[in-house]
């Protein structure tokens, strides 16, 4: 909320947002044609006659695109409409090779819902949405020293949602917050892969502002160009200090498309509402009307992972996990399902948790990797730790079996399995202990001066002597046992 | 009015002059001549008064309620699988040279246009 | 080889099927009968104007594949060398697709439409590109960047529009089929100009794949030949659902069989159909037509169709909003012809005015301005709404009779430049065939006949919505009665 004094008094204002938000659908192919739908790949490698709109060529919906938009609007509360249809977005730009864009304007296929998000103040709240609509992407051009500009189709008609919701009253932080409850919503049923560099996941923001108390939302200006969570939130506290600046000196805001510049933190002003395309809608010919059934919805819905309040509220009430160690395990529902999946192997939710945060994470940091391509499989990770369970080797053996594994991509598996069948026998390890003590006298009256360090020492040479088959644990007891007689 | 005076809930045909034909072809990327003008004011009157013959028994027309679509009839769910097709199937990605070929003007891979400014 | 010494060509107005009898009791080669075809696309076809382009090579090369198919007694196909010709607005592997617009001169689609590659499966033999309205938009065949087309009955007259050249084709020779495409009237009006015989199928019947679009909700492929037993044919093999084609249905109820027990019984004359603005030797020629179904035993009786004087300025409206859209793509930026510019804007608008013709610009002013805001519900939306109207209608009139009788064209071939400047009077000619458009139901043309100066006169039949096989069944049947479908145009060899 910003002060500006107006005319010796103190005057408070709101800042109003709506956002519009992109997602593009992870699927394997574009929405209307059977191109594959890959990011940074070589210009035009993936284009066909459909998705370059030659003449002739025809749009066929794929259905994992309705798939998805149906988990989308499950997740965030929608009412999804039994008979929906495609329209087209009539306008001329160069990466939109129809002419037009297939897009859903009368009937969205999802109304209703809401984003649930975390106020400023910590208390939860709900960003109600007007609708979803399933729609084509463009493509890209790019500007050439020459003068020319070079298009590039490769993301022309891959499959996009967008997420239209009713302005309301929030801070820069909390539009951001709403933008990164959609990011994960929608990561977590698998519906996008949520990367803003990338460019899978855009943002429009509508921003207006008005004295406190009023009764009406000011004119709005829509900002465009908002490529990271960072330019949404100084967006939105530049745009609106420019409105309140300009409001408060007795102006008025103009009804307008406005750029974002990330590197001079300015908005700057594209079009007016007088110059705002007419995109003469109407009803896409060549594709049916989309009807959803019951059947789908259900089939969808029972398709859903649990959710992650579902999920934190059970780990919290029955793995007994604290606040603070489910923040890296819900960052990506593949965390979760991996440590789930080792405490369905057998281990101990804590342990899970703890081999997860320690070794498993530590790794994949290291690597900037994801738990995906964590090359242990879930099975093995729980037989490890399971071992040590039973003794079989210490906790620091099977941190080390398991480094061993990682770094020199051999089969855990086959490191237990030697590990496991180290000498456990007493007599057996007892004649190597007596020798090392009667071979080492120094180091055993240190010890029993009561200085531990040569312990390790003589460890190492039980190890040694017996090739490494002792069992370090036992091997360790029993020393402390020789020398305490 | 253009259409049968019985019908009052038909608006009058709007008046044709030539900043609503430019105003239209510019929607269009049409390019108009002046010369052009008159003759396509004069067919335009023409063609909606033609148009004026639509009338209809029910005004209770919003924007968009009135726009159905033909296809909803079609009693078919004709979704494709989401998979990718190979080169030169049917429908699928062709060579780029052949897409390249057609292009009024490619160069490395690309559509070359004049600088692309602004944004839609 | 003595073969060639028998050799025995099929008379000149032979049909399709009649001319696979010839090719399967050995009269005559595949390769023998194209040789000839392609003699007559080169000479007569392109006089009339009517054959852009003739792929004598991978035509005959064709041919001798099939004759070696004839030869090893393998499978022959249903149309197993029978040559036929692509509108122009039909992709083919073969020669060019410019929808006869010089907006997209030089265009080659690499790809065969799914209408011409079911065909080729069938044995058909791809012979050349028929002349044609640019972007199917005409009732004359006057707009194409390839010429104006001849009526072979009278070369000074049009043969209709816009599959102008098909219909020449269709009307002055046999052993061939043509494909068309008709959007408001499209293959039936020019069949009637020119004593063909065209059918309009149902809507979503035939695949669109690979039609350069119009009004893709009106447009449909469909045959343009002799009789209707050679439509059928041709139909049988290019109808069914394309998984390219997301509105492309299969109609496997309606066939030639399930028809045979069950043909149409009640006609209905549609009495609007015969009003003022139609010429009176045309009604004159409708009504003992009906006349003479009554007496081969068909029940004739009048109904009204009262949607009929509002279906042309509903048409008007949806083709070109629709067109507006679908050309929309010829940006000289993808596809096209490119002027030189500056900027984008010049490049857009310079390209764009100086590669569409004069009628084609028209349509998609009207078509833009429909669709524009402030506009679009008094246009568009009230368009969409007579149109669910006009549907109704039809659902309904049909429910008490099995198919609707009507002229084809208000009046009779005009002459060359007589109505092409002036677009309502152009417009004029679709009054009668759009209503089958905007309702997706099938129609079908034939000849019955011919005026007094001796210009064929055709006839319509509308069918329920998917029962194509019915109206071609009544076609068949009526041309048992009437030949005047044989009748080739004297002077065209």
């Avoid at chain 1, 984003?115 to 949405?129: G, K, M, V, Y």
């Avoid at chain 2, 060579?95 to 070359?112: A, H, K, L, T, Y």
């Avoid at chain 3, 991978?58 to 029978?82: F, P, Q, T, W, Y």
């Avoid at chain 3, 004359?269 to 003022?276: F, I, Q, T």
Wanted: glycine share 8%.
């Amino acid at each position: 909320m910003a002060k500006i004094a107006d005319g010796g008094e103190v005057m408070n204002w709101i800042t109003v947002v709506g956002l519009e938000i992109h997602a593009q659908m992870a699927t394997q192919t574009k929405m209307f044609c059977a191109c594959r739908r890959e990011a940074g790949a070589e210009a035009n490698l993936h284009i066909c006659p459909v998705c370059v709109g030659w003449p002739g060529a025809l749009p066929v919906l794929q259905s994992e695109a309705v798939r998805c938009a149906i988990r989308a609007a499950l997740c965030l509360g929608c009412e999804i409409q039994e008979l929906s249809r495609f329209d087209r977005k009539n306008y001329f730009y160069p990466d939109l090779p129809k002419g037009y864009q297939i897009s859903q304007f009368y009937k969205p296929y999802a109304l209703g819902g809401g984003i649930p998000f975390i106020r400023d103040d910590q208390s939860a709240a709900t960003l109600p949405l007007v609708r979803i609509h399933m729609e084509e992407d463009a493509g890209k051009s790019s500007h050439e020293s020459d003068g020319t500009s070079r298009i590039d189709l490769n993301r022309c008609s891959s499959p996009l949602l967008e997420i239209v919701t009713e302005p309301m009253m929030m801070s820069s932080t909390e539009a951001a917050s709403c933008v990164r409850s959609v990011r994960n919503l929608l990561r977590w049923v698998d519906v996008c892969d949520g990367d803003m560099e990338k460019g899978n996941l855009r943002c429009d923001v509508n921003v207006s502002v008005m004295p406190e108390g009023a009764k009406e939302y000011g004119t709005r200006t829509e900002l465009k160009n908002l490529n990271s969570f960072v330019s949404i939130e100084r967006s939105i506290v530049v745009e609106s200090a420019r409105q309140i600046e300009l409001l408060a000196a007795g102006g008025t805001i103009r009804q307008e498309t406005r750029l974002w510049d990330q590197d001079k933190e300015i908005t700057e002003s594209m079009r007016g509402k007088e110059d705002s395309p007419d995109y003469r809608y109407f009803p896409e010919p060549d594709l049916p009307a989309i009807s959803i059934s019951n059947a789908e919805i259900q089939t969808q819905r029972e398709s859903l992972p649990e959710m992650p309040e579902v999920r934190e509220l059970r780990w919290l009430e029955e793995y007994k996990f604290q606040e603070r160690e489910i923040v890296p395990l819900m960052a990506r529902r593949a965390n979760g399902d991996f440590l789930e999946s080792m405490v369905s192997e057998g281990v101990a939710p804590t342990d899970a948790s703890n081999w997860f945060r320690g070794e498993i994470l530590r790794y994949l940091n290291e690597r900037s990797e994801k738990i995906e391509s964590f090359p242990v499989s879930t099975k093995s990770m729980a037989r490890l730790i399971l071992a040590t369970k039973e003794d079989l080797f210490s906790v620091g053996r099977a941190k080390s079996l398991l480094q061993e594994a990682l770094e020199a991509e051999s089969s855990l598996d086959h490191l237990i399995d030697q590990a496991g069948s180290q000498v456990q026998d007493e007599g057996e390890l007892a004649g190597w202990v007596d020798q090392v003590l009667s071979e080492n006298p120094e180091a055993v009256t240190k010890i029993q001066a009561g200085d531990e360090k040569p312990m390790g020492f003589l460890m190492g040479q039980v190890m040694r002597l017996s090739s490494g088959q002792a069992h370090p644990r036992k091997v360790q007891e029993l020393i402390k046992d020789r020398l305490a007689n | 009015m253009s259409t049968d005076a019985s019908d009052p809930s038909l608006p009058a045909r709007p008046a044709v002059d030539a900043e609503l034909v430019r105003k239209t072809a510019r929607l269009a990327r049409l390019q108009i001549e002046d010369a052009d003008i008159p003759k396509l004011v004069d067919h335009l009157e023409k063609i909606l008064d033609l148009v004026g013959e639509l009338g209809i028994s029910d005004d209770t027309t919003q924007s968009g309620d009135s726009i159905s679509a033909t296809t909803d009839s079609l009693d078919v769910e004709a979704w494709r699988n989401d998979e990718p097709a190979a080169e030169n199937q049917p429908g699928g990605p062709r060579d780029s040279q052949q897409i390249g070929g057609n292009c009024p003007d490619w160069r490395d891979g690309s559509f070359v246009t004049p600088r692309v400014v602004g944004g839609e | 080889m003595s073969e060639d010494r028998n050799l025995q060509l099929p008379p000149q107005s032979a049909t399709c099927l009649e001319v696979l009898d010839h090719l399967a009791a050995g009269k005559c080669s595949a390769e023998q009968l194209l040789t000839s075809y392609l003699d007559y696309l080169e000479t007569t076809g392109r006089e009339l104007g009517a054959a852009v382009e003739v792929f004598r090579e991978s035509a005959l090369d064709a041919a001798r594949e099939s004759d070696a198919r004839r030869k090893n007694g393998d499978r022959v196909g249903l149309l197993e060398g029978i040559p036929f010709t692509a509108k122009m607005n039909i992709s083919t592997i073969e020669g060019t697709t410019d929808a006869s617009s010089s907006i997209l001169e030089g265009f080659k689609s690499g790809a065969d439409a799914t209408v011409v590659s079911r065909l080729k499966n069938q044995g058909a033999i791809l012979a050349g590109k028929s002349n044609c309205d640019e972007f199917a938009m005409g009732a004359s065949n006057e707009t194409s960047v390839h010429g104006v087309v001849k009526n072979p009955w009278s070369h000074d007259r049009v043969p209709g529009g816009s599959s102008g050249g098909a219909a020449a084709l269709a009307g002055s020779h046999g052993w061939a089929f043509h494909l068309g495409s008709d959007t408001g009237g499209s293959i039936r009006q020019p069949a009637a100009f020119c004593g063909a015989t065209g059918l309009k199928p149902t809507w979503g019947r035939v695949s669109r794949r690979g039609l350069i679009a119009f009004g893709s909700s009106l447009d449909q492929i469909g045959p343009l030949a002799r009789d209707a037993a050679d439509v059928r044919r041709v139909l049988e093999v290019i109808e069914g659902a394309d998984e390219l084609d997301a509105t492309s249905v299969a109609c496997e109820r309606d066939t030639a069989e399930s028809v045979a027990s069950d043909p149409v019984r009640r006609i209905g004359l549609v009495s609007e159909g015969l009003s003022e603005g139609v010429d009176e030797d045309i009604r004159e020629r409708i009504r003992e037509s009906a006349k003479r179904l009554g007496s081969a035993g068909y029940e004739v009786v009048e109904v009204s169709l009262q949607t009929l004087a509002r279906a042309n300025a509903c048409y008007q409206v949806i083709a070109t909003a629709e067109a507006s859209s679908n050309l929309a793509r010829y940006d000289g930026v993808h596809i096209g012809q490119r002027v030189p510019a500056e900027n984008l804007d010049q490049l857009y608008c310079g390209s764009r005015s100086s590669g569409f013709g004069e009628e084609v610009r028209r349509r998609i002013l009207l078509g833009t301005f429909v669709l524009s805001s402030g506009y679009i519900d008094a246009y568009y939306g009230r368009a969409q709404q007579v149109r669910a109207e006009i549907r109704q209608e039809i659902l309904t009139v049909l429910e008490d009779v099995d198919a609707l009788m009507m002229p084809v064209s208000p009046f009779a071939p005009f002459c060359i430049g007589e109505r092409v400047s002036d677009p309502l009077a152009l417009y004029a000619c679709d009054i009668l065939t759009v209503t089958a458009n905007l309702a997706g139901v099938p129609a079908i043309a034939v000849p019955c006949g011919s005026d007094e100066t001796g210009l064929p006169m055709g006839m319509q039949w509308m069918g329920r919505h998917g029962e194509d096989q019915r109206l071609l069944q009544l076609a068949e049947s009526w041309q048992s009665l009437d030949d005047s479908w044989r009748k080739l145009p004297t002077g065209v060899k």
